[in-house]
């Protein structure tokens, strides 16, 4: 099983240098090479005669050949690496069935996350060691805030970020299966909670809306320094601390939210062999920004992802039901669905005047909150 790693890494001064550089080499490679694909491609559009179409092999043969005499004191597997990456680009661009996925842009240097990939890179001594180019001198292996968990590494992606920079370093491990429990949930996710059989979770608690509200406050800061001053706003001093203190809280909000998803699928998958969640469609949801904005702090998306390869790690069932099952409509005791003006919407119910978060069959007359009632709708397709 391939498993991932990200740890903080520890450079000297001589390899800051040398992750910078390769940093901004993996950015020009990219841009030449989406470049000379696009080149590539006019060509074949007027002439498929005498120029075949794009493909990895060609573009990456074509840069290798016009290869500057300062490239070759870069890792060669960068070069290789980045035409790999923008080729799998295209293919998913292409690809019907990933209908989120853009068109390849260019990458520029004023992005926050920079970075690169190799896969030569090496675990000695407890360090990290990376390939070394030909011509260089100073070499050193890179230590690492955090213990590694692998002796051997598959692809390492070094990316910096504020001046700190992270691996993000995949290899393989064998990992026994969980005990069996015998039991089984659902869970209704939901905008800052979520619901399941042995009550609810919150993901946007407290300290994290504090977080959400310093950073609500800095974009406004910026916002009125540009408007004020223009172009001329990024060069002041205080204009960098504004912003420096926007993206510390930034990554101080992703972490927390993503150890709390972390630990809540491992509960998850530790006490339940049976998992049943929602296929949402949560592009189509976003009707508003306000709505938007909770849904993506809400991490439906990750949640789902995270769940997902953890019940394959540990062989647990997970479960999705379809889109177009109706979980909160239908009346967990007797089934009865709700249609047309019964339904319940967002403001609740206007002909019969109940809440959004009240759920009253009109059949049975069986009473219950709508998020639990949708939890037991969706416990029914566990096998």
């Known amino acids: 099983m391939i498993k991932t790693q990200v740890v903080e890494l520890r450079p000297n001064k001589t390899m800051r240098k040398q992750l910078d550089n390769l940093c901004d080499y993996r950015r020009y ?26 493909n990895e092999r ?11 005499d300062w490239q070759f ?15 799998n680009a295209w293919k998913a661009f292409f690809d019907k069935a990933q209908t989120d996925w853009s068109k390849p842009q260019f990458k520029s240097k004023k992005n926050i996350r920079q970075g690169f990939k190799t896969d030569r890179a090496k675990v000695i001594n407890d360090k990290l ?19 590694l968990k692998m002796t051997q590494i598959k692809i390492a992606s070094i990316f ?20 069996k429990t015998g039991t089984k949930t659902a869970i209704d996710v939901n905008v800052g909670h979520f619901n399941y059989t042995e009550g609810q979770i919150s993901v946007l608690p407290t300290k994290l809306q504090k977080i959400y509200k ?32 926007l993206q510390r809280d930034y990554r101080k909000a992703a972490n927390i939210q993503n150890d709390l998803l972390q630990k809540f699928t491992t509960y998850l998958v530790n006490n339940y062999d049976q998992i049943v969640i ?25 949640f789902r992802q995270v769940l997902t390869y953890k019940c394959e790690w540990y062989k647990k069932g997970l479960i999705l039901a379809d889109k177009t099952y109706p979980s909160t409509q239908r009346c967990a005791k007797c089934g009865y669905v709700k249609t ?16 959004h978060n009240e759920y009253v069959c009109y059949k049975c007359g069986y009473q219950n909150d709508r998020d639990d009632n949708a939890v037991l709708n969706l416990l029914v397709l566990a096998k």
């Not at 260089?136 to 690492?144: D, E, G, L, V």
């Not at 910096?160 to 005990?179: F, G, N, Q, V, W």
């Open 160 to 179: 910096r970020e504020r001046h700190h920079y992270y691996a993000a370093l995949s290899y393989e491990e064998d990992i026994p299966a969980k005990t």
């Open 73 to 87: 004191s870069l890792s060669a597997r960068c070069l290789q690496l980045t035409v790999k990456d923008l080729a």
């Open 29 to 54: 490679c990219w841009n030449l090479a989406l470049a000379t694909w696009q080149t590539m491609y006019d060509a074949h559009t007027l002439n498929k005669t005498d120029n075949p179409s794009p």
């Open 340 to 355: 047309g003006d019964e339904k319940i919407t967002l403001s609740g119910n206007k002909k019969y005047g109940t809440k």
């Open 214 to 245: 310093r950073i609500k406050h800095y974009q406004k800061v910026l916002a009125r320094k540009r408007k004020i001053n223009g172009k001329l706003a990024t060069q002041s001093n205080n204009y960098v601390q504004v912003r420096t203190k």
């Open 278 to 302: 929602e296929d949402l469609q949560v592009k189509k949801m976003m009707m508003s920004h306000v709505a938007s904005k909770g849904m993506q702090r809400s991490l439906f998306g990750k």
């Open 58 to 68: 060609r573009v990456r043969d074509e840069l290798v050949a016009n290869k500057a």
């Open 129 to 147: 060691r990376l390939d070394k180019p030909k011509n260089i001198s100073s070499w050193y292996n890179i230590s690492t805030y955090e213990k």
